[in-house]
């Protein structure tokens, strides 16, 4: 930097002047972009080239001024000196924070202790000849950095400009690279990428819909598909063989943190398949995204665990396998005994975790209030101290038998910790599968590079809803039973399994789908035996009933959740971060203020009064 400095002015020189005549915003002028801010190296010593973007940061250091310009690919280290381009120098003096500017000028390698090699273009920095001012800008709401502590709030309600922070404009193009990836495998294989409507007809996939009212036929609802499930089967029916589609479903749902009421799904069908094609052809395409995008190698072929054997050993369907701390059933024991809430339990179960003597009073009170979250009563529990004793309220009520019974089937140790829930088996299940998974992460058992991807298989076909007091399917009701079941759903609900798979990576359910029923009488007896009567079947599905009676071959598929699969390739905390435009918890937009009320002609057209005048909530988040 030597020889350019001039040394005498002081860094703080300009600022008492505001330079606002320098603010006039000028036309790209036949300037093209030759580069873009994460391109240049010293490969690129001494050529001209122009640059286009943001001004990340100006700083005046010793009569030069340095900007770093920002796209969304990188940054470049930009200079503006008085002697070699007085007049854009001095012009550079108005440059502020956002600013989008052109700048054109010479590639040199930085000074001698000034690269940075942890930025690609960090041996280098641009000498500009000439710049343009392309658009000024107010100051941002907050700094557009990747470290940001401004609120989730106020970041979707700019955010725009929260997509300029590099770290999340790389989610979008990571993104980008896994759709293309996606469509590159699945035409390779003859998949066609067809559209469906979205303004349709309720797709039953457990949520509620939401209703788009008819101004044509007045009274009238269109639901938003909560999937393209029905459409992909006809499809199959129409003989198209091979569908796929990377599309937005819609469910209205109360929201948790990794939910949204829209969100996109890598949506497929195909003809002729058995449950082995279906899954050899999405493992082919998680494992060739996986590649294509982050460079990692997925087993070949994905391990596999029925239904039982997930809620068994992990007390979930989509079971973290990064790490063990198996449940295990130990009801046997104890059946019989002296200890009544062991003994009179449906379900008992226990989770031995090795060095979990640690664990202090309070960390296991705390604990204690977490399984209540399940459903849990409490939390039984008992330490293996290093001397082998057993520390624990409850074991004075156990006899010798049900202890070395216990010591034997948990390989109990010293250093150990057991849990136990003796509940409802679902209680007992989601307490203790949660409590696991907590359990991983206090002990530093989940490794954070891992990637653990498993099929689990076997679903029950149906499942008893408590609530509305009936079966209902716990896929979707084109789910085909397992072979030799269909006949014998409507009279034992509960044994039936489905050939259904789910796809789970790290626990978190990313695919699932099925081989679907393609005979009208299959269809008509699964209705029946979710109570659907024959009217209502006809009235809801009566048309998808109509084209399985014209040739329907046997057909299958999968849906993939392409936001959840992009949060794991990414490492994002949360699904609003692959996301351009999320929605907050309350299902609104802070940015465009969606949903909003409309105009009470729009309202006439649509033949609708509203019964109470919608209160104003502006304050929503
Ligand atoms: N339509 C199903 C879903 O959205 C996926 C499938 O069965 O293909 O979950």
Redesign the pocket.
Known sequence: MTEQTTGDLPATQGEERDYDEYRVIEDLGGWKRSHTCNALTAADLDSTVTLMGWVQFRRDHGGLIFIDLRDREGLTQCVFSPELAPAAHERAHAIRSEYVVAIRGVVRRRPEGMANPSMPTGEVEVYATEWKLLNTSDTPPFPIEDRVDAAEMLRLKYRYLDLRRPRLAKNFILRNRAAQSVRRYLDGLGFLEIETPVLTKS?P?GARDFLVPSRMSQGMFYALP????IF?QLLMVSGLDRYFQIVK?FRDEDLRADRQPEFT?I???MSFPDEEQVMDMAEGLIRTLFKETIGVELPSPFPRMTYRQAMGEYGSDKPDVRFGLPLQDVKDIFAGGGFKVFASAPCLKAVRVPGGLELSRKEIDDLTEFVKIYGAQGLAWIKVKEDGEWQSPIVKFFSEDEKKGLAERLGMANGDIVFFQAAKEDVANAALGNLRLKLGERFGLIDDSAYAPLWVTDFPLLEYDPEDKRWVAK??P??SPQPGQLEEIAFKPGEALAR?YDMVLNGNEI????I?IHTPAGQKAMFKALGISDDEAEEKFGFLIEALKYGAPPH????FGLDRIVMLLTGAKSIRDVIAFPKTQKATCLMTEAPNVVARKQLRELGIQLREKPEDKKEDA
């Open positions: 797709t996939e909560q999937s393209p499930q992909k479903c799904q949506d497929i069908e896929h979707h084109f789910t259904a695919g699932g789908g099925s679907r299958g598929g999968i849906a």
